[in-house]
């Protein structure tokens, strides 16, 4: 593996703690994208530098890639063009196999599709399959740039917690039943994320994370709540108490304080101690 740094983007904020190292790769097939990821990292005080990547002597173009503690992460991007280009000569699978090579866990090579709209794709549905059947690749589609964005910042906000809170992990999150189904169909592809992101907080079930996913359909939204100087720290702990969770024959029932409180205090404290 041979990695050429070209620059980085710092925080001017000093960092508290040690953070996980975002890597972007130098060649991208739209420079556009490129420029918006930058500008999304820069937003959130995250540092990514731009590499020039290269695994068994092929250059990687349009990735992320993240080092924690000795372990990968891949989020590749593929845009109308280069998922074209990348299909017509199956270089697509060649990259999926050479990025699982490095990773000890496949499921931390994510192919991220943005804005690919499967009528302009035939074999798209048969590609998925194999990438994620055989391959065991993530596969995620984003609509536009503001879905772009909403995938983005949860990744790197979940990965901060991540290092705060060894037990939460983006990467490999508790997998929803076949119960709610019919629930999860009238969510979108992050908020479906979002829901698997709550569950791993203790005691939070499908149906719980998804009543507070239908009020708060992002991380950054609740999270917005949680930060507000509008709203005193007792307003915030009990902020979720009073959504509905629809159960079994159209019954219904209030989250309650107890879990309200549990969320906050998940997202707000670390080591017993109030985040600061």
Same mark, same amino acid.
């Given at each position: 593996?041979?990695?050429?740094?070209?620059?980085?983007?710092?925080?001017?904020?000093?960092?508290?703690?040690?953070?996980?190292?975002?890597?972007?790769?130098?060649? %991208?097939?739209?420079?556009?994208?490129?420029?918006? &990821? +930058?500008?999304?990292?820069?937003?959130?005080?995250?540092?990514?530098?731009?590499?020039?990547?290269?695994?068994?002597?092929?250059?990687?173009?349009?990735?992320i890639m993240i080092k924690y503690k000795e372990n990968?992460?891949?989020?590749?991007?593929? !845009?109308?063009? %280069?998922?074209?280009?990348?299909?017509?000569?199956?270089?697509?699978?060649?990259?999926?196999?050479?990025?699982?090579?490095?990773?000890?866990?496949?499921?931390?090579?994510?192919?991220? %599709?943005?804005?690919?709209?499967?009528?302009?794709?035939?074999?798209?549905?048969?590609?998925?399959?194999?990438?994620?059947?055989?391959?065991?690749?993530?596969?995620?589609?984003?609509?536009?740039?503001?879905?772009?964005?909403?995938?983005?910042?949860?990744?790197?906000?979940?990965?901060?917690?991540?290092?705060? /809170?060894?037990?939460?992990?983006?990467?490999?999150?508790?997998?929803?039943?076949?119960?709610?189904?019919?629930?999860? !169909?009238?969510?979108?592809?992050?908020?479906?994320?979002?829901?698997?992101?709550?569950?791993?907080?203790?005691?939070?079930?499908?149906?719980?994370? &998804?009543?507070?996913?239908?009020?708060?359909?992002?991380?950054?939204? +609740?999270?917005?709540?949680?930060?507000?100087?509008?709203?005193?720290? +007792?307003?915030?702990?009990?902020?979720? /108490?009073?959504?509905?969770?629809?159960?079994?024959?159209n019954s219904s029932k209030r989250i309650g304080e107890?879990?309200?409180?549990?969320?906050?205090?998940?997202?707000?404290?670390?080591?017993?101690?109030?985040?600061?």
């Amino acid at each position: 593996m041979e990695i050429y740094s070209q620059r980085s983007f710092k925080s001017n904020k000093k960092k508290s703690i040690e953070k996980p190292n975002f890597i972007l790769s130098l060649d %991208f097939s739209n420079n556009s994208i490129q420029t918006f &990821i +930058l500008d999304l990292f820069e937003q959130k005080n995250t540092r990514i530098d731009i590499e020039n990547i290269i695994f068994n002597n092929e250059k990687m173009m349009n990735l992320i890639m993240i080092k924690y503690k000795e372990n990968y992460t891949f989020l590749q991007l593929y !845009d109308s063009s %280069f998922l074209s280009g990348s299909i017509s000569n199956r270089k697509i699978f060649k990259t999926a196999e050479i990025l699982k090579s490095i990773c000890e866990d496949s499921g931390n090579v994510i192919f991220l %599709f943005l804005n690919i709209k499967k009528k302009d794709y035939k074999d798209i549905n048969e590609i998925s399959f194999i990438l994620k059947s055989c391959s065991k690749i993530k596969i995620y589609h984003c609509s536009d740039n503001y879905d772009l964005y909403d995938y983005l910042v949860d990744l790197i906000s979940s990965i901060s917690l991540k290092e705060e /809170k060894s037990k939460l992990t983006f990467f490999d999150l508790k997998p929803v039943t076949n119960s709610n189904l019919s629930e999860l !169909d009238d969510l979108s592809e992050n908020s479906r994320i979002w829901v698997k992101h709550l569950m791993c907080i203790p005691g939070i079930s499908e149906k719980k994370a &998804i009543a507070i996913v239908k009020m708060y359909p992002t991380f950054k939204s +609740l999270i917005e709540v949680y930060e507000s100087e509008e709203f005193t720290e +007792l307003e915030k702990e009990k902020f979720l /108490k009073d959504i509905t969770i629809i159960g079994n024959a159209n019954s219904s029932k209030r989250i309650g304080e107890a879990v309200s409180s549990k969320v906050y205090k998940y997202f707000t404290e670390k080591e017993g101690k109030k985040k600061t």
